[in-house]
Nanobody, 124 residues
């Protein structure tokens, strides 16, 4: 089993920034991509960003491209999501996840392990 713990969420004004972190522990064998997803109240969970094991390849949802940056530090088993120019529509619970599949998957079902989530609230 792999355990994921997110942190860094909170309340921020529109235009502000936050950095989320997610640390993996447990049976983190091999190489794996990591992703961030979010779910707003009353909406389905959506893909936000993903990064390969090496960190050399990333992929973003169009809604966050240019504002969010995903990165990882394998020595710390941690993935980050730097969020800038936040808007009220970014308000959601943000989840990190691990995928042992190829590439940078966007569907949630291709991720094997999930964190509990961290709340991000952007006020207008």
């Amino acid at each position: 089993q792999v355990q994921l713990v997110e942190s860094g969420g909170g309340l921020v004004q529109a235009g502000g920034s936050l950095r989320l972190s997610c640390t993996a522990s447990g049976r983190t064998f091999g190489t794996y991509a990591m992703g961030w997803f979010r779910q707003a109240p009353g909406k389905v969970r959506e893909f936000v960003a993903a990064v390969t094991w090496s960190g050399g390849n990333t992929y973003y949802a169009d809604s966050v491209k240019g504002r969010f940056t995903i990165s990882r530090d394998n020595a710390k088993n941690t993935v980050y999501l730097q969020m800038k120019t936040l808007a009220p529509e970014d308000t959601a619970v943000y989840y990190c996840a691990v995928s042992y599949g190829p590439g940078l998957p966007t569907p949630g079902h291709q991720y094997s392990y999930w964190g509990q989530g961290t709340q991000v609230t952007v006020s207008s």
